[in-house]
């Protein structure tokens, strides 16, 4: 199969030769011959070992890997900034695409002003800097330019030299007209996204997967089938590449029909071919006993042209046996393949454990504890990538801790496999990675204690992952069972930052929990959540503005009855006299807006700030909240309770509790 792009290295040919000059019979004072004590000479001889071959960035790597990674610190791609790095899962990819995007400007800009860097000051002159060729009709061309264009991964100029060379009847080798039908059949004559732009890759590789859904890609009569057509006779290499590209962009009928077709012409194919018509054998039958049969054929007719199967065969057997509806075939299936290859020495990938986790572990399934062996065979081991569903694994186990056998000592061995050795590169892209965070503090959250979770939380949040606002629901879930109010001010300042404020069910949630677990000789705890519920009130009032301006109310949260009343009350107890006046503030908002708010604040709310208004000696502002408390049908006996025994009221006053609840003597009888 073509490669996508081979690494441009620097000429080592003059390097390697100058090296074997240097060292061939060069002679230092340490390698003369010396003299023994009989005045004989004795030889030494210093053996120089070869040069090892190092990437440009091994150093780099080497001096990396004594340091570690630093939880305080964003990544790399961001700024190490607290007001630049970017606080929600959103905002992580827009920044990232940003500066991707700048890198495409850059090299637009170069392209289309190409006059401008011409000059060549790297000696030797570096490749990539150089403008990018353009090629008319009126251009020069033979097969060596075709040849460096498809060595150089350039499609749609490759392309079109092709088409050029034909119509000038340039007579072109098989050779090389199999070499642009691998690269034709890879990309499916579509321009690849340059490697350098990672994150836009890893974008587009979630639209493939979403495209995989919807059906095949390849596009029919197009080049690749032309070039087949003119490659005559037909060699096994032109059969394997049309049936790879078909068999990977979903026109899979075609692709089995080839390779049946070749079978009938017994054209020996190698193993990969297989392997990518076992992969869609799912989408060629529909029960999972047509699909065990046709992987039994397809794997018998590999024994018959002596192929040896190898890691992408018990993977694609694995992905096949994973689409299978019937638990117990899928379950003997994939015991009797692990056993199969076993005997053939294949050893398994961290995609194959992720097969069998999938197989194993279904959602509708019995329990299994599959993963409870698999991470006994490879705890402590250091993977490297294998196969493109390897960075599947670490994910779904995790996912399977959490949701299948909610375990946290297994979710631990996970992370602890995860940081071992390079594992940490096989994690996936910043999709997979925040999908194994999200199980993984979901599920300690649960499990742990509140010091011991925050410990984790800390160090993961908010530089390696942001919680979303589910998993902060269950964080905050977590800490409303143990009652632990102490840990609300972190929680809502991270809350804030990551832009949750708009979640009206979170907003209840932190209000509830302050207030139903109240700390009173606590003065410190009960300012934060005083604090905090001031906070919550401008930021709601904030949004209603803003959503009135653009007569936009979707996303943005209202105040209701009960909120408002969870507000007063705890903005009462921070016991502070510039408290008491946002809490007359927050009251005569209620009292203002009170036909237009759901709900009203609960009979608790109202008498703590009653007995507020006592105790800073206001007998007016407590027979306002009286009288709103009459007005919508509330429990009033026990708030004029408190104002009458409160204060020491006159006679104006006492003709306005009386004209609310009547007789006051009675009234205190009661």
Request: charged residues 25%; hydrophobic residues 40%.
């Amino acid at each position: 199969m073509y490669q996508i792009r081979q690494l441009r290295l620097l000429q080592k040919n003059s390097m390697g030769q100058s090296w074997k000059l240097a060292t061939g019979d060069y002679t230092t004072a340490a390698t003369r011959p010396a003299l023994s004590e009989t005045g004989t000479e004795q030889t030494e001889t210093i053996v120089i070992p070869k040069r090892i071959q190092r990437s440009p960035t091994e150093l780099l790597q080497s001096l990396a890997s004594t340091v570690g990674r630093d939880a305080t610190a964003p990544h790399f791609k961001y700024s190490d900034d607290p007001f630049l790095s970017p606080m929600s899962n959103v905002a992580k990819r827009t920044y990232a695409m940003s500066k991707e995007a700048g890198r495409k400007a850059a090299k637009w800009i170069k392209e289309e002003h190409r006059e401008l860097f011409l000059h060549q000051e790297a000696q030797p002159a570096i490749e990539k800097f150089a403008p990018r060729l353009i090629f008319s009709k009126e251009s020069e061309v033979d097969e060596a330019v075709l040849k460096n264009l498809i060595e150089q991964g350039e499609l749609s100029d490759a392309v079109f030299v092709y088409k050029l060379l034909e119509e000038q009847g340039v007579q072109i080798s098989k050779e090389l007209k199999q070499s642009l039908l691998e690269m034709v059949c890879f990309f499916n004559n579509q321009e690849p996204l340059s490697e350098e732009y990672i994150e836009e890759r890893w974008f587009l590789q979630n639209n493939r997967r979403r495209e995989r859904g919807v059906g095949k890609t390849w596009k029919d009569g197009d080049l690749a089938e032309n070039l087949y057509s003119s490659i005559e006779p037909k060699t096994p290499q032109a059969y394997a590449t049309l049936i790879r590209g078909m068999a990977k962009y979903l026109q899979c009928e075609r692709a089995y029909a080839l390779l049946q077709e070749a079978g009938e012409k017994e054209i020996i194919l190698d193993t990969n071919t297989f392997n990518a018509v076992i992969q869609i054998v799912s989408l060629l039958k529909d029960t999972a006993e047509q699909r065990w049969q046709l992987t039994q054929d397809l794997l018998q007719q590999m024994a018959k042209q002596q192929l040896t199967p190898n890691l992408g065969t018990l993977n694609a057997l694995l992905e096949c046996i994973s689409t299978f509806g019937n638990f117990k075939l899928a379950r003997q299936a994939s015991l009797q393949v692990l056993a199969e290859f076993k005997e053939l020495n294949v050893s398994l990938s961290l995609g194959s454990y992720y097969y069998l986790l999938i197989i194993f572990c279904r959602e509708r399934g019995p329990v299994s504890h599959i993963i409870v062996d698999i991470l006994n065979e490879i705890s402590g081991k250091a993977f490297f990538i294998q196969h493109p569903k390897d960075t599947y694994f670490f994910a779904t186990a995790m996912d399977v801790c959490r949701n299948h056998l909610h375990d946290k000592v297994l979710a631990k061995k996970v992370n602890d496999l995860l940081h071992t050795g390079k594992n940490y590169d096989l994690i996936g892209d910043s999709f997979k990675e925040s999908v194994y965070y999200r199980h993984y503090l979901a599920l300690l959250c649960q499990t742990e204690t509140v010091d011991d979770f925050m410990v984790t939380y800390d160090l993961i949040v908010p530089n390696i992952y942001i919680p979303e606002p589910g998993i902060m629901e269950e964080i905050l879930r977590s800490l409303e069972i143990n009652g632990s109010v102490e840990q609300i001010p972190r929680i809502w300042s991270d809350m804030v930052i990551f832009d949750h404020t708009h979640r009206e069910s979170l907003l209840l949630y932190v209000l509830r929990i302050m207030v139903d677990n109240q700390r009173p000789d606590n003065e410190q705890l009960s300012a934060q959540c005083c604090q905090v519920a001031l906070d919550m009130y401008q930021k709601i009032e904030e949004q209603a503005i803003s959503a009135g301006k653009r007569n936009l109310r979707k996303n943005s949260v209202s105040f209701t009855g009960q909120m408002l009343g969870d507000i007063l009350t705890l903005i009462v107890r921070g016991g502070d006299v510039n408290n008491f006046e946002q809490a007359n503030e927050v009251f005569n908002y209620i009292d203002k807006n009170q036909h237009s708010i759901p709900g009203t604040p609960s009979d608790v709310a109202l008498q703590e700030y009653v007995r507020s208004c006592v105790h800073h000696k206001a007998p007016t502002q407590s027979l306002v909240v009286l009288q709103y408390a009459v007005e919508n049908n509330m429990e009033s006996s026990k708030l004029a309770q408190i104002i009458h025994q409160g204060f020491t009221l006159n006679e104006i006053h006492l003709a306005k509790l009386k004209s609310l609840v009547g007789d006051m003597d009675s009234l205190l009888l009661k």
